[in-house]
């Protein structure tokens, strides 16, 4: 069984001769159960309904099923970001960084542009804090070079001019701000829109439908028995090939295929905070809190959005929750370089976590990323 990490809801799309171009889920449920598939897909989030949607693109018959909403989980818990990543430089991951800025620029303009937006970002540069001016200065520079300057030539900006387009900018001790460009999105939005292209090139998908066991000929895996959580029906589909992409849960479903299977995965919970804004915002904030991470303040939907955190999780994933220990951790780095009038505990209008998927063993209480900004 191969094996991906995944990542709201739609119903059960489909279409079939003999069902129309929306059929009913007991329709899509009797179409999974009597027809043979190439691929069966187990996760909808953006991983999994991306590579149906490729795999249906090129001829293949496809499945999708997913035990709760598509992009229910890890998908619609993000940080809303399209980036090249800016911390990538520091290890020298130069390639990867150009390679992820010309992914980022075809989603935004050719893939979805209604899903995506650009938005300026301003590096404060604080006395004392982890990095200087100078090396962020030619950082951020270095990270427009490798977009072609697509998003404008990264530079350094004064604190006054900074605190004009983010009012709420704490500017005691600022020496300056560094300025860069990446996009912001939609991410559940972004991954129903590809649930429904798969769903164009052919793929049948049903959601709220879970694996209850897997389907073996000769040793392999060649499909999945599922229940469906609404109406509590039972059924089987038969695949060729079945793709492991449920994302937190990867080594639930890897345990159905042989019991003694050791964990392959850690997770790190990812947890947001959204506010009402006392002001109007004009660009985002990525504040350094040491020499490896960052906390962004982020203008989004009319709100402000802050986080995130990067802490082991070993509970179970359905559970996964912003905690006030995760609360207080994020206003209290936000307040590196946000006003208290922002950060006031009744303006938080809603929080969400997710669970960040990495390859290895949860075998210390080390930050699981690990990974410089």
Do not use: C
């Not at 998908?75 to 809303?80: D, F, L, P, R, W």
């Amino acid at each position: 069984m191969t094996t991906e990490s995944t990542l709201k809801s739609v119903p059960a799309l489909g279409t079939h001769p003999a069902f129309g171009s929306n059929p009913s889920r007991a329709e899509t449920r009797e179409q999974l159960a009597k027809a043979s598939y190439d691929l069966l897909v187990i996760g909808g989030g953006i991983l999994g309904i991306s590579t149906a949607w490729h795999a249906a693109q090129s001829g293949l018959r496809v499945a999708v099923v997913d035990a709760g909403d598509f992009a229910g989980a890890t998908s619609s818990a993000s940080s809303k970001l399209l980036h090249g990543g800016l911390r990538y430089l520091q290890t020298g991951a130069v390639k990867l960084v150009a390679e992820n800025h010309f992914e980022r620029r075809a989603v935004s303009r050719q893939v979805a542009p209604h899903l995506a937006n650009p938005l300026t970002f301003y590096l404060p540069v604080y006395k004392g804090g982890p990095h200087g001016a100078a090396k962020l200065g030619a950082g951020v520079f270095a990270y427009s070079a490798l977009s072609a300057f697509g998003d404008g030539v990264g530079h350094l900006l004064s604190p006054g001019k900074a605190q004009q387009d983010v009012p709420e900018l704490r500017t005691e001790n600022l020496k300056a701000v560094a300025v860069y460009g990446d996009d912001q999105m939609n991410d559940a939005r972004m991954a129903l829109m590809t649930v429904r292209a798969a769903v164009e090139a052919g793929a049948v998908v049903l959601n709220h439908a879970e694996v209850t066991g897997l389907r073996f000929t000769k040793g392999r895996v060649t499909g999945a028995e599922l229940r469906d959580r609404l109406s509590g029906d039972e059924f089987g589909v038969n695949a060729r090939l079945v793709l492991n992409a449920t994302g937190p849960w990867v080594d639930h479903l890897r345990r159905m295929e042989d019991p003694d299977a050791a964990p392959s995965i850690r997770l790190s919970k990812g947890a947001h905070l959204v506010l009402k804004r006392t002001s109007p915002w004009k660009a985002a904030l990525a504040t350094p809190i040491d020499k490896y991470r960052i906390t962004f303040a982020l203008p989004w939907e009319d709100m402000l959005l802050l986080g995130t955190t990067d802490e082991v999780y070993e509970g179970d994933p359905a559970d996964v929750a912003v905690t006030e220990q995760d609360t207080a951790q994020i206003l209290d780095e936000a307040a590196f370089s946000i006003r208290d009038q922002q950060l006031d505990r009744d303006l938080i209008t809603y929080a969400f976590a997710g669970l960040r998927v990495l390859p290895g063993v949860p075998a210390t209480r080390r930050r699981p990323s690990a990974r410089p900004w």
